[in-house]
């Protein structure tokens, strides 16, 4: 659960740092950076990597945990007499 509330903060956090920079800085004359567009793109990379992967990976998570599981012994539950 954890993960779900910190993806979507950093990758919020990183476009807004790949956000470029405002036209009224003294480096507005070199021209615009390509950095942001490098992190955008390595962003999207990212992401479509995820969303690839993230079915394969989560049934071989799921599996693994089943055999953990397996592996461990049982608790039997009483009943009170």
Do not use: C, D, H, Y
């Not at 390595?42 to 992967?53: Q, R, Y």
């Amino acid at each position: 659960m954890f993960l779900r509330r910190i993806i979507p903060a950093a990758v919020l956090g990183l476009l807004i740092a790949a956000a470029p920079a405002s036209a009224a800085t003294s480096t507005a004359a070199a021209g615009p950076s390509p950095t942001p567009l490098i992190l955008e793109v390595a962003l999207a990379v990212l992401v479509g990597i995820a969303m690839a992967v993230r079915g394969p990976v989560g049934k071989a998570f799921t599996a693994a945990r089943r055999r953990i599981a397996n592996l461990l012994p049982r608790q039997t539950v009483r009943a009170p007499r």
